[in-house]
């Protein structure tokens, strides 16, 4: 979870090391497409991902005589390595890139809108879809989803339950036996407790994505961080479970069978399992007021380039977008990265569900998560959050003092760092 975090604050940084030297602005998709078919396209695709384009990418060869030629560079340098190659021989026609990514590669001019129907649209979970979408544009098709989800020890609960109520019933039988525990998260990390946040009414940025409004200290974000506490408080939560060896602490519990069950990622599914726990995963719980937990989620993408509009290939670049992101090259792709694609159709195929559970619970849940925040400054929420739900949880302040701390403190951040913006 480290590396997840440290990727998190990268992608919002990397605006930061954008260097200003984008094409210029090309408008739509449809300026600069052209009838004239193209001998190749440029594809940049994840680093030790380019297997799983091979196949798809001979059949488009096959079916338009348009050669495909990629590259592997790791999806978080993407952005930089358009700064540097853009306007060479090397310039792709199409990336793939993380959707925090895409305001700081449309600001600088390196991503082109997209002009995606309906019908294709609703091929994909609205979450996926709203993830490839900034400023009321569309620029991309989703590609892969990660967020978090519930995973249990199918040896101590037969199934998962519906609702924290019954977690939380589950946590207190559990501890009452020394050294075993029920449920646990590392929610001092916003990016596991935002759900919890978000299914009690409160938001990070309001509407658009505004820095300048931050509910994260509103009466429905004191009523989510008091729920958080109880969990502390009653001791269903070891002392450990904070701070930067939190996620340590919670999957070696689970590892060891001391818990009965974690929020985690797909990241977690092979540890537990080389480890010996017979897990079983399923969309987190809805919350005591009835709500779904709105957990953050990563998605994956691909996107036309504005070179591509420069070299007349946006209108190829585009079909080989909805081609690669289709329902069979999406499950070709699940089979060889286990990168799970947010396709209604395989969350409605009962035979894929049965076969693959774990990706199966993953987009289930994806339908009710938010994507992080595309914007620079939710850079400056990470560390304010955390130490409200630490302060919090170690009873060194109440719930509405902590919270306007940590939202005096964003905003100050926000001006220091983004003033510009």
């Known amino acids: 979870m480290k590396k997840w975090t440290k990727l998190m604050l990268a992608s919002s940084l990397a605006v930061g090391v954008l260097a200003a030297c984008g094409p210029q602005d090309e408008g739509a998709s449809s300026e600069g497409s052209s009838n004239e078919k193209p001998e190749k396209l440029i594809v940049w695709e994840d680093q030790d991902k ?4 091979e196949a798809a990418a001979d059949k488009f060869t096959e079916d338009t005589g348009i ?3 990629y590259k592997e560079y790791n999806i978080t340098e993407i952005q930089e390595n358009l700064a540097l190659d853009g306007n060479t021989s090397n310039a792709p026609d199409v990336v793939t890139m993380s959707h925090d990514g895409i305001g700081p590669s449309v600001t600088k001019g390196y991503l082109q809108e997209l ?7 609703a091929l994909y979970t609205e979450s996926s879809m709203d993830a490839m979408t900034y400023k009321d544009k569309v620029y991309g098709l989703p590609k892969a989803v990660e967020t978090t989800v519930f995973i249990y020890n199918k040896d101590k609960l037969a199934e998962a339950p519906e609702t924290m109520d019954e977690v939380y019933e589950v946590s207190k039988e559990a501890v009452q036996e020394d050294g075993q525990y029920g449920f646990l998260s590392t929610w001092d990390n916003f990016y596991f407790s935002h759900g919890v946040f978000h299914g009690f009414g409160s938001y990070v940025f309001g509407e658009g994505d505004d820095a300048s409004d931050i509910g994260l200290n509103n009466e429905s974000a004191v009523e989510a961080l008091n729920y958080i506490d109880k ?5 269903l939560f070891p002392s450990g479970l904070l701070g930067e ?5 919670m999957s070696g519990q689970f590892n060891d069978g001391n818990a009965v069950a974690v929020q985690n990622g797909p990241w977690a599914f092979k540890d537990y399992e080389e480890n010996g726990i017979n897990i079983g995963v399923s969309p987190m719980p809805k919350l005591p007021n009835g709500e779904r937990q709105g957990t953050y989620m990563g998605v994956k993408g691909w996107f036309v380039t504005s070179f591509a509009a420069q070299n007349g290939t946006s209108e190829y670049a585009q079909q080989f977008v909805e081609y690669i992101t289709n329902a069979e090259n999406a499950k070709a792709r699940y089979e060889m990265t286990a990168e799970i694609p947010p396709l209604k159709e395989l969350i409605e195929d009962e035979a894929w569900v049965s076969e693959n559970p774990y990706a199966a619970a993953v987009m289930e849940q994806s339908k009710f998560g938010i994507a992080m925040p595309a914007i620079p400054e939710m850079a400056e929420v990470w560390e304010p959050m955390a130490t409200a739900v630490s302060t919090t949880a170690t009873d060194k302040a109440e719930a509405q003092e902590a919270l ?3 939202v005096n403190v964003i905003n100050q951040q926000i001006e220091a760092n983004h003033s510009g913006n």
């Open 50 to 53: 380019g297997k799983a384009l």
């Open 67 to 69: 050669e495909i030629e």
């Open 115 to 121: 002009d995606i129907d309906d019908e294709t649209k």
């Open 231 to 235: 969990w502390y408080d009653e001791g």
């Open 245 to 249: 060896n939190a996620s340590d602490v």
């Open 404 to 406: 306007d701390d940590a």
